[in-house]
């Protein structure tokens, strides 16, 4: 199995920046390059959204509309760890922020869509919260 521990959130001006880290750990016999790992996040009151997959076996991403150009997602699986770079942050970004890994079976952007069926392993999350 695969444990994933997201750090690096917390309270940021609009228009700064922060760097998710997601920590990868995985059992004997899983190879990280099968996986691809997903950055998710939900704000109160609304519905988890998939904002950016990156795929193990080849490197495809994906970037949901309301973060590209905005937010980078990288990978190193010889370090067993992924970030997510956000940049240009506004309140609407505000939100708990999930990594997820899930096996890379099929294209990135369908696991992004589709966590709930794409996506086994999750994070605890942590807190992002942009304010003046």
């Known amino acids: 199995q695969l444990q994933l521990v997201e750090s690096g959130g917390g309270l940021v001006q609009p228009g700064g920046s922060l760097r998710l880290s997601c920590a990868i750990s995985a059992a004997s016999g899983y190879i990280l390059k099968d996986w691809t790992i997903g950055w998710f996040r939900q704000a109160p009151g609304k519905d988890r959204v998939g904002i950016s997959c990156?795929?193990?076996?080849?490197?495809?991403?994906y970037y949901d509309d309301s973060v590209k150009g905005r937010f980078t997602i990288s990978r190193d699986n010889a370090q067993s760890v992924a970030h997510l770079q956000m940049s240009r942050l506004s309140p609407e970004d505000t939100a708990v922020y999930y990594c997820?890994?899930?096996?890379?079976?099929?294209?990135?952007?369908?696991?992004?869509?589709?966590?709930?069926?794409?996506?086994?392993?999750w994070g605890q999350g942590t807190q992002v919260t942009v304010s003046a």
């Open positions: 997820a890994a899930g096996v890379d079976y099929t294209s990135v952007q369908t696991l992004c869509l589709n966590p709930d069926h794409g996506m086994d392993y």
């Open positions: 990156i795929s193990g076996t080849n490197g495809a991403t």
